[in-house]
């Protein structure tokens, strides 16, 4: 399949500090990325997202990183809160005829120390 | 909340039988799409329905189907279970809107809204 692992990656951060999520994706021409985040029992939720011709997206707290050359995303969280703890992953956009699908990465697991 | 429903929320079947998902889409989206995700893994994309047929398919077997009827909702049946089929099924509802106004050959990028999921369990 396309996501990878069963053991997903785990990244704990102190309450307050800012947090870096990375993400590899493999479609050299996807033009659309997502970042997810999913609590325990819940659908994945929206969290930013990018286009291919930008390098930079900043929202409330979180911004956003795409390195084209190397397919590389990020997903920067300011002054991490408890509440953000979850597992957060990247998605790939690819079109199908009337509509888009998601291509999933395999995810990480934030973990906020209080 | 995205406004998504799913049903049942929980389920377990026994290997070789059948089930049937339901999932209400978000009012105003016409576009549902369902995701299989295995414990510790991703959501993989099963496939999508628009004006009530199917439109892409990621890959699984055919045993994997669904419908979507006239007020957008849909629902996803799996024949002949078997034990992997033990997953998280999501649903997610959005809205097609042609191309982008002016960029020729350029999709819009339809934001998915997913729902809370049926846990599904095959023993």
């Known amino acids: 399949g396309e996501s990878v692992g069963l053991h997903l990656p785990t990244l704990s951060v102190q309450e307050g500090d800012n947090s870096i999520i990375n993400c590899a994706y493999s479609?050299?021409?996807?033009?659309?990325f997502i970042w997810y985040k999913q609590e325990s029992g819940k659908g994945p939720q929206f969290i930013i997202d990018?286009?291919?011709?930008?390098d930079k997206r900043q929202g409330q707290r979180v911004t956003v990183l795409l390195n084209k050359t190397v397919k590389h995303l990020s997903l920067q969280i300011a002054a991490t809160q408890p509440g953000d703890s979850a597992v957060y992953f990247c998605?790939?956009?690819?079109?199908?005829?009337?509509?888009?699908?998601?291509?999933f990465g395999a995810g990480t697991i934030l973990r906020v120390k209080s | 909340e995205t406004g998504v429903t799913q049903s049942p929320t929980h389920l377990i079947k026994t290997r070789g039988q059948q089930v049937t998902l339901r999932c209400s889409s978000q009012?105003?989206?016409?576009?549902v799409s369902w995701y299989q995700q295995a414990l510790g893994q991703g959501p993989q994309f099963i496939f999508q329905?628009?004006?009530?047929?199917?439109?892409g398919r990621g890959n699984f077997p055919p045993r994997f189907s669904g419908l979507q009827f006239p007020n957008y909702s849909s629902e996803l049946n799996v024949n002949a279970l078997e034990l992997d089929d033990s997953a998280l099924y999501l649903c997610?509802?959005?809205?097609?809107?042609?191309?982008?106004?002016?960029?020729?050959?350029?999709?819009?990028?339809?934001?998915?809204?997913f729902g809370p999921g049926t846990r599904l369990t095959v023993l």
């Open positions: 997610a509802s959005s809205t097609y809107r042609g191309y982008i106004s002016g960029l020729a050959g350029v999709p819009s990028h339809n934001e998915q809204f």
């Open positions: 479609n050299s021409a996807s033009d659309y």
């Open positions: 990018i286009r291919s011709n930008m």
């Open positions: 998605a790939e956009n690819t079109n199908v005829e009337y509509g888009n699908k998601l291509v």
């Open positions: 009012s105003g989206h016409n576009t």
């Open positions: 329905y628009y004006r009530e047929e199917e439109n």
